[in-house]
Every structure is written in C-alpha cells, then in structure tokens.
C-alpha cells in the first residue's frame, strides 16, 4: 500500500469503508425484518434478492471510490498549482529560495550551499550598502528641513536668566528643545530619543506641532496647558521618549515640573551643584492618566539646570559620572557663576574638553542640549 499514491489510497479507504456499511446495513435488515417474517409467515427471501443488494452495495462503493479518486488527483493537482505558486513568489522576492531544495544527493547539496553563499553574500553587501546610502540620504534631508522646525528667539522677563542651547535644531542628534511664554511665566519642554533617525526626527516635528498648538492657547491657566500638553502627546505613544516639562512662575518662583531622564535636574545655588534625584521611570510611561507634577521653589541667584541624556548616550561619558567630575572641576578652580549663560557654556566648554583628551572627532555642539533658568538678584532685575 505504501507504493500507491495519496488519490489510490483514499479511493481505496473510501471504497471499504462504503462497502463495510452497506454489508452491515444488509445484514442488519436481515436480522431485524427479514428474520421476523422467516418466523412468523415462513417466507424466504429469493437469493436473487440477496445478490442484487449485495452488487448494488458494491456498485455504490465503487462510485464513491471512483469520485474519491478523481476529487484526490484534481485536489493534488491544484494542490501543486498552489505550491508552485508560492515558490515562483519566493523566486522572485526571496531569491536565496532558488538553490535551497534539496537534491537527495549530499554532495550535490554541499555544492549547491556553497554556491548560494558566495552568490547571495555579495548581494547581502550590495543591500547593505544600497541601505546605508539611502540611510545617509534621509539623514541628509531630515537635516535640511530641521533648522526650519524649530527656531526661536530666546525669551526675556525681567526676574528671570534664560540660557538654552540650542536654539536652533540644527542637527538630528539634538533633542527638541522649545518654550511657551504664558501669563505667569513661561513653560520649556526638552524632549529626544535614544536613536536618532529619520523616524524620531518625525516624532520631534510632531513635538513641535504639539508645542506650536499650545502657543495659540498661552492664556490659559499654566497646569492646565500642562496637562494638556501630557494629555496630547500620550495619545501618540512616542516609543523611548525622554522627556522634561517644567513651567516657572515668574512672579512666585514655583517650579512645577516633570522630569524623565537618566540625567538629573541640577540646582546651583551660588556656591555649589546640588541634584534633584530621578524619581521613578526615566522614559516617558505613557501610562493611562497624566503624571503628577513636582516642585522645586529658586530662590535668589539660583539656576535650575536641564541636561538632555543624549550626553549620555556617547561612549565617552559613562552614566552620571562626568556630573560629578564637573562638580569635583568647579570646586577646585573656585568658580562662582552669576548667570544662566556661564552655566551653559562652562559646561559645553566641559564635555568639549573631554572629547578632545578621548581623541574624538565629534563635536560637543552636535548632541548637547541644556536649558538653564535663575531668578535674578534685585541688583539684576530692572526698573
């Protein structure tokens, strides 16, 4: 039976299982009818009656036997079709397809594995490259159309000293960085991506949409724009976000702010750095309701000091530690800072000066983002 094929095989399996019941089915009615009359009447039955059902029986079974075996051979058939189909698709999409059948011949296959790699290795290379090209082209246009995103003026009230950097998004790899000016104060946002690429650079335009929305509405109470800022960008579901929104209040100094970054938030407070410490995630959780805002009061001639955590994505700076080795340089050259822009550029000054002992070619300027906030001294505030 294992030399026939799959439609002799079911013809067969159909031809016995159809006769098998009409021969129980005959035998039954004998035994239940004809039994009975036998006993009560004394009748007989003619042989003929029995042969008759018997070939009709067998008749039946080959019929259904025979439709067995046409519905199998048109069904393999197709059956082919469809595989052949698949295989042409493989072909012609997957062409590694074209030499992986096996030929029952080991040395043959040996051969032909030899053949396929040296074939479609070189056509891995040429993807690879054809990839990398398009890569640097879209890197190319996404940093042509960013310094038209996003390009402010930096902001003036006169209790507070603003430094940001950059004010411009000049290169993909810098976070997005943006302020509202409200009727309190002003609000910042600074917010990137671990990876940067064309996708994340569409997600930062989209940041960009959101904050350019919420300057039209800059009357509004500022926890609620807050809120709604939240609100907006957790319908979107930015994957890896880091993330820092904070509002000041120029007239009481409350900071209300949230914070979701590895780096944190920095306070100089005339003679030192202090750290508020990272509380919970340190990605934007997009969890189902909007997070809880923190505070933090700036008192006279303090700095509240925003890093961005794409520092710390570069291999020359090892998690927080070039923070305390800021801190340990501060101390030991004595410096006093009296403005948000000495910050700023002592510590772009900082990590240039670490990049240039690692022998690295980068440039700081291409993936520092800071923002740096003080509440000015009544010596400093005009009349």
């Known amino acids: 039976?294992?030399?026939?094929?799959?439609?002799?095989?079911?013809?067969?399996?159909?031809?016995?299982?159809?006769?098998?019941f009409f021969m129980s089915l005959i035998y039954t009615e004998d035994i239940l009818l004809f039994q009975k009359l036998e006993v009560e009447t004394g009748?007989?039955?003619?042989?003929?009656?029995?042969?008759?059902?018997?070939l009709i029986a067998i008749s039946f079974s080959v019929g259904v036997g025979i439709f067995s075996y046409i519905f199998a051979v048109k069904f393999t058939l197709k059956l082919r079709e469809f595989s052949q189909l698949i295989l042409d698709w493989a072909r012609r999409y997957l062409p590694e397809y074209d030499l992986s059948l096996d030929s029952g011949y080991k040395e043959i296959?040996?051969?032909?594995?030899?053949?396929?790699?040296?074939?479609?290795?070189?056509?891995?290379?040429?993807?690879?490259?054809?990839?990398?090209?398009?890569?640097?082209?879209?890197?190319?246009?996404?940093?042509?159309?960013?310094?038209?995103?996003?390009?402010?003026?930096?902001?003036?009230?006169?209790?507070?000293?603003?430094?940001l950097f950059p004010n411009k998004s000049f290169l993909l790899a810098n976070d997005y960085l943006d302020c509202i000016l409200t009727r309190k104060g002003i609000i910042f946002i600074l917010a990137g991506f671990s990876q940067n690429d064309p996708l994340t650079a569409s997600y930062k335009a989209r940041l960009q949409s959101i904050i350019s929305f919420a300057k039209e509405v800059y009357y509004l109470e500022e926890e609620e724009l807050l809120s709604a800022i939240q609100t907006t960008i957790r319908t979107y579901k930015f994957p890896k976000l880091n993330l820092t929104l904070f509002f000041v209040n120029s007239e009481t100094f409350v900071i209300k702010f949230l914070h979701f970054q590895r780096t944190p938030i920095l306070i100089w407070n005339e003679t030192q750095l202090e750290e508020i410490p990272v509380i919970g995630e340190t990605e934007y959780p997009f969890i189902e309701y909007n997070s809880d805002l923190r505070s933090q009061v700036l008192n006279i001639n303090n700095y509240f000091?925003?890093?961005?955590?794409?520092?710390?994505?570069?291999?020359?700076?090892?998690?927080?530690?070039?923070?305390?080795?800021?801190?340990?340089?501060?101390?030991?050259?004595?410096?006093?800072?009296?403005?948000?822009?000495?910050?700023?550029?002592?510590l772009r000054l900082y990590l240039d000066s670490i990049l240039k002992e690692k022998g690295s070619t980068e440039k700081v300027d291409d993936f520092y983002s800071c923002i740096v906030v003080g509440r000015k001294g009544e010596k400093f505030v005009k009349t």
Do not use: C
């Not at 013809?11 to 016995?16: G, P, V």
């Not at 009748?43 to 018997?54: A, S, T």
């Not at 996404?142 to 603003?162: G, S």
């Open 43 to 54: 009748w007989q039955p003619n042989p003929e009656v029995y042969l008759g059902r018997v």
């Open 1 to 20: 039976m294992n030399n026939f094929s799959f439609p002799f095989h079911l013809a067969f399996y159909s031809f016995a299982i159809v006769l098998i």
């Open 305 to 346: 000091i925003v890093i961005s955590d794409r520092i710390l994505d570069k291999k020359f700076f090892e998690s927080e530690k070039y923070l305390i080795d800021w801190k340990k340089n501060i101390e030991a050259n004595k410096i006093y800072f009296t403005s948000a822009k000495q910050i700023l550029e002592h």
């Open 109 to 163: 296959n040996e051969l032909k594995e030899t053949f396929r790699y040296a074939v479609y290795s070189n056509k891995s290379k040429e993807t690879a490259n054809i990839s990398n090209i398009i890569d640097e082209n879209n890197k190319l246009f996404i940093e042509q159309i960013l310094p038209f995103l996003q390009n402010f003026e930096k902001p003036n009230l006169p209790n507070l000293d603003i430094a």
